[in-house]
């Protein structure tokens, strides 16, 4: 099996089954043709946020051979250092745990209690925030003491703790009021992405480098950093889908945006 062999199989055909499932949603409650293009929307915003945010960090770890893949396994396209079937696995990773966060959350109009649209969440979610925070600077502090064997883990925690401060700050009780389905879509496509990076390890498509990880490994041989890896990837998508779908977001997101303007309109004396 190769990289683009990987992909079609366990990302594209995936896809298709799931957006079959959707649509056949759609046909039997009633086609919303705003609900399809919130969903293609979302689809083009976060694949593009995914791929900006996630490329040079990649890039970055294929130069430092945190991990690497097998030349004869790839089609021999790269940009930068890594093959054009890693950008590929990026956007679809998104359309498939999107698909599944479609299928999964429902679109929410419920209002939240004691809901302002002139407020952000990042008060009553402010310890989970910190916690994160504590988490990005032990995470740095390792990197930069330079303790290989959890350069990869730090590497990861790096790159995906500062979205996740993000989505809790700005959205945290919006998250909560939906965390039992949230939990489900995370849980079950982290479970997914275990299992078939299992096999694509073991096909040798890509290798983790022993000597910058803890090599504690799971049942089947597979880095406990992958694991983390994908859990932190499955909940950036799942967060970012449970609050596009949310009606509460946009509310927060125009109130928001709505105060912004009105500080940019004063003078400057009355800004602050």
């Known amino acids: 099996m190769d990289y ?90 998104v359309i498939f745990t999107g698909l599944g966060a479609f299928l999964i959350l429902r679109p929410s109009s419920t209002q939240l209690p004691d809901f302002s649209p002139n407020r952000s969440s990042g008060l009553i979610f402010s310890r989970g925030a910190v916690l994160l925070g504590l988490l990005w600077i032990i995470s740095a502090t390792a990197f930069l003491l330079n303790i290989s064997a959890l350069r990869y883990l730090t590497l990861i925690l790096l790159w995906g703790i500062p979205p996740l401060m993000i989505h809790i700050t700005f959205g945290g009780d919006i998250l909560w009021h939906r965390r039992r389905r949230t939990a489900i879509l995370i849980t079950v496509f982290t479970l997914y992405f275990i299992v078939v990076d299992t096999i694509a390890i073991r096909e040798g498509i890509w290798t983790i480098n022993p000597n910058q990880s803890t090599n504690i490994m799971l049942p089947g041989g597979l880095p406990i950093e992958e694991a983390v890896f994908f859990l932190v990837t499955n909940t950036l998508i799942g967060f970012s889908m449970a609050l596009w779908s949310a009606k509460e977001t946009w509310i927060r997101l125009n109130g928001l945006i709505l105060i912004a303007l009105s500080k940019i309109g004063r003078p400057v004396s009355e800004r602050f």
């Open 4 to 93: 683009l062999d990987f992909v079609i199989l366990f990302l594209i055909i995936p896809s298709a089954v799931l957006g079959w499932a959707l649509y056949l949603r759609f046909k039997a409650t009633g086609f919303e043709r705003d609900h399809a293009r919130s969903i293609f929307y979302s689809f083009l915003v976060i694949s593009v946020i995914a791929v900006v945010y996630t490329t040079p960090w990649d890039n970055y770890l294929v130069a430092e051979r945190v991990w690497w893949y097998d030349p004869e396994k790839i089609l021999g396209i790269i940009w930068g250092w890594v093959p054009i079937e890693e950008y590929a696995f990026f956007v679809l990773h």
